[in-house]
């Protein structure tokens, strides 16, 4: 499967908690390693745990040197949970194909800043059309 083929999967996460993951967007994640998916996950019901992290949970140490396939860019400010770029540096994953960035103005561009500044191979736009369909609500608030 290449970067379109897991993005499809994280997208289709997303979608499957649109609606329940107020007053957070929907998101989805897959995590990658040598083409076996380590792990995935959603946005749960009310806006925690952030999809990442529950990727995370579930890919565990095999995260380090994976790809994450991000449905939306990784938070990278503290809220009711620290950031999800920072967790995805921790965890060690090497490479994050980042389907839409966040136009929440503390997330925008911070979040794919922060992972290439920590030397993380990070890619913008597979998917683009349909995570920004997914949460167009989402996104109207910050226009």
């Known amino acids: 499967m290449d970067d379109s083929g897991y993005m499809r999967l994280a997208l289709d996460l997303a979608r499957q908690q649109k609606g329940r993951t107020a007053p957070n967007p929907s998101v989805g994640c897959v995590i990658v390693k040598d083409g076996v ?76 800043a922060r992972l290439q500044e920590a030397g993380i191979e990070t890619l913008i736009g597979e998917g683009a059309q349909e995570a920004f369909q997914i949460n167009s609500d989402f996104f109207a608030q910050f226009r």
Request: net charge positive; hydrophobic share 35%; with cysteine.
């Open 37 to 112: 998916i380590v792990g995935r996950g959603a946005t749960s019901d009310g806006g925690r745990p952030h999809a990442e992290t529950n990727a995370l949970r579930i890919a565990g140490k095999a995260a380090r040197g994976a790809t994450a396939y991000v449905t939306l860019e990784p938070c990278s400010h503290y809220g009711r949970t620290p950031p999800c770029a920072d967790a995805l540096i921790k965890a060690g994953i090497t490479r994050c194909v980042i389907a839409c960035t966040d136009s929440d103005p503390r997330v925008h561009r911070r979040g794919a």
